[in-house]
C-alpha cells in the first residue's frame, strides 16, 4: 500500500514538472521578439569586450616582455662594448673615455649649449681622436711586452722598448689632455649655466621690485589724497572742544557763587 502511495507523489511531482515547464516555455514564448533582439545585442556586445579586454591584457603583456628583452639586450650590448674597449684601449684609458663621454653629455644637455652660448658642441671627433691615442698606445705596450718576455735580450731589444715606452707616454698624456679639455668645458659650461641663472634671478627681482614700485606709489598716492580730503575737524577734535567749554562753564559758575 506504502508502494502505491510513493508511486502517486511521483507522479503528482512529475505531472506539476510538466506544467512548471510549460508554463515557462509559454513565458518565454510571450517575450517580445524585439527584447530577444536586444538581449541578444547586449550579450554579443559584452562578449565583443571580454575579448577585447583579453586581447588587450595579452597584447600589453607582450609589450611588457618584448620592453623587458629589449633593455636586457641593450644592458647586454653596453657591456659587451664596455668591455671590447676596455680590451683595445687599456681599462685606465677606457675610463678617461668613459669620463670624456660623461663631460660631453653634461655640455649637450647643459642649458648654455640649447640657448647656443657654446656655438658648436659637437665632440664626435675629439672622442675619435682620445680612443686612436690610447688604442695605438695599447698595441704598442702589448707588442713591447711579448718583445719583452723573450729570453736574452738584445740591446737592440732594449732600444725599440724604451722608445715604445715613450711613444706609449707621448700617446696617452696627450689623449688625457685631450680628455681633461673636455672636463674643463663642462665646468665651464656649468659656471655659464649658474651664470644664466642668476640672471634669470635678478630679472625676476627686478621685476618684483617694479611691482611693488608701483603698488607702493599707487598706495602713497592713494593716502595723502586721503589725508587732503579728510575733514579740518575731527570727531575727536570736537569732543575735546566741547570738553573744554564744559570746564569753562563750570569754573564760570564757581567764580560767580564765590562772588556771592
Known amino acids: 500500500m506504502s508502494s502505491k502511495k510513493a508511486d502517486s507523489n511521483d507522479g503528482c511531482l512529475g505531472m506539476g514538472g510538466l506544467m512548471l515547464l510549460f508554463l515557462v516555455i509559454g513565458g518565454v514564448m510571450m517575450i517580445p521578439k524585439g527584447v530577444w533582439i536586444g538581449l541578444g545585442v547586449l550579450v554579443g556586445l559584452a562578449v ?31 657591456v659587451a662594448e664596455k668591455q ?26 647643459s642649458r648654455a649649449a640649447r640657448e647656443g652660448w657654446l656655438g658648436d658642441v659637437d665632440f664626435a671627433a675629439d672622442i675619435e681622436g682620445i680612443e686612436s691615442d690610447f688604442a695605438r698606445a695599447q698595441e704598442l705596450r702589448m707588442v713591447a711586452n711579448e718583445l719583452k718576455d723573450l729570453p736574452e735580450p738584445s740591446p737592440e731589444d732594449r732600444r725599440l722598448l724604451a722608445d715604445a715606452v715613450a711613444a706609449t707616454d707621448r700617446l696617452e698624456n696627450a689623449g688625457r689632455a685631450r ?3 673636455i672636463a674643463d668645458c663642462a665646468r665651464e659650461a656649468a659656471l655659464v649655466d649658474e651664470s644664466l641663472s642668476d640672471e634669470d634671478q635678478r630679472a625676476r ?33 570736537q569732543v575735546l572742544a566741547r570738553v573744554a567749554g564744559y570746564r569753562e562753564i563750570k569754573r564760570q559758575i564757581a567764580d560767580t557763587a564765590g562772588t556771592e
Request: glycine share 4%.
Open 179 to 181: 680628455v681633461a679639455l
Open 84 to 109: 671590447a674597449r676596455t680590451e683595445r684601449l687599456g681599462s685606465e684609458n677606457a675610463r678617461s673615455v668613459d669620463l670624456a663621454r660623461s663631460a660631453v653629455e653634461q655640455i649637450v644637455e
Open 48 to 78: 565583443v569586450a571580454w575579448l577585447g579586454v583579453i586581447v588587450f591584457q595579452e597584447v600589453d603583456k607582450r609589450k611588457q616582455v618584448r620592453s623587458v628583452e629589449l633593455e636586457k639586450q641593450r644592458k647586454a650590448a653596453a
Open 205 to 237: 627681482t627686478e621685476e618684483q621690485r617694479e611691482e611693488l614700485h608701483r603698488r607702493l606709489s599707487t598706495m602713497l598716492y592713494g593716502a595723502e589724497a586721503s589725508a587732503t580730503e579728510s575733514p579740518s575737524e575731527s570727531a575727536a577734535d
